[in-house]
């Protein structure tokens, strides 16, 4: 009983929902082909100097190479394309087949304008992220598209609409996770901070962070800023001094080897930033150390 209800409740709200966009958000649009989850042949190459002749939207699913308007792009999968019909375009896959989700289609000018103040960007890659969604959707278009069920061309249109809508929501919101997908980048960057206290050295940089993290540079440091309340460079400045003092402490390491265990590429930077952090140098903090292991032990 309580089950019907929830549903019912939820399926007044979809109804509701639906209505709205069918009122604000109606576009007059015609398909002519489509592709669901498409994976073309090794050395696949669409070259289309003159454009594609029609609007083209594409999702693209494992990592590619573009050229829009004589520019080369290097998109990543998860991303979409939305091509005017003359705009020159040639695209393959960057390493391996190609795959992605497609559909040529023709529409108003009143659908493009609506397009663009809802925040789509033509001819140029925007990444995404999460894109199981926006595929099932397509998938969904496909099978109307080629549906002689009754109302299927009406739901075509109301699908791609809502397509176009949840494409923008997803553009706009910049980083839209599954709960799951959270977690293992919380469970990552967790792991990430422990290895800068303990392996100072393991990452040359925030670059390579950021590419474990499978984010931007921006991004990463947003991220770890916005989870931990520092900066990531806040915590390899710490996690690199903590480490050179243990080694000072309690090793026979020169300091060059210990300039090195702790992170730094230089020994002139190690030593600048150490006697900025601590007030002392390396060879003044492993003396002081010594002494102070040498009272604690009488």
């Known amino acids: 009983m309580l089950k019907q209800l929830h549903f019912n409740l939820f399926f007044i709200a979809f109804c509701a929902d639906f209505a709205f966009l069918v009122y604000n958000f109606g576009m007059n649009i015609n398909i002519g ?28 699913k494992s990592d590619a190479i ?43 000018e009143e659908d493009k304008t609506e397009l663009l103040e809802r925040g789509l960007v033509f001819d140029t890659p925007v990444f995404l992220g999460i894109t199981e969604e926006l595929s099932s959707l ?12 009754i109302y299927h061309e009406e739901i075509k249109i109301l699908l791609t609409s809502v397509l176009f809508l949840k494409t923008a929501q997803q553009a706009k919101s910049k980083i839209i996770q599954s709960p799951d997908a959270l977690a293992s980048k919380n469970d990552k960057l967790t ?7 303990e ?27 916005h989870t931990f309340g520092v900066s990531v ?21 020169s300091i060059t080897e210990i300039s090195n265990k702790s992170g730094y590429k230089s020994e002139f930077h190690f030593m600048r930033q150490f ?11 492993r003396r002081s150390s010594s002494w102070t292991q040498i009272e604690k032990s009488r």
């Open 275 to 285: 006697k900025k952090e601590t007030g002392l140098t390396p060879t003044e903090f």
């Open 138 to 149: 397509i998938h969904q278009i496909s099978y109307n598209h080629f549906s002689a069920d």
């Open 191 to 197: 792991y990430l901070r422990t290895r800068l206290f």
């Open 33 to 60: 082909a489509i592709g669901y989850n498409y994976t073309h042949e090794e050395g696949f190459r669409m070259d289309r100097p003159d454009g594609p002749g029609a609007w083209l939207f594409l999702l693209v």
């Open 66 to 108: 573009f050229y829009i308007n004589g520019k080369r792009n290097l998109v990543k999968k998860h991303s979409y394309v939305l091509l005017q019909p003359k705009t020159p375009c040639m695209y393959q896959g960057a390493k391996e087949n190609y795959e992605d989700d497609w559909f040529f289609f023709n529409m108003t």
């Open 233 to 253: 460079i806040h915590d390899v400045i710490n996690g690199r001094i903590e480490k050179a003092k243990s080694l000072l402490s309690k090793s026979n390491f």
């Open 199 to 225: 392996e100072p050295a393991l990452f040359s940089g925030i670059d390579e962070m950021a590419a474990y993290m499978n984010l931007s540079r921006s991004g990463f440091q947003h991220l770890y800023s």
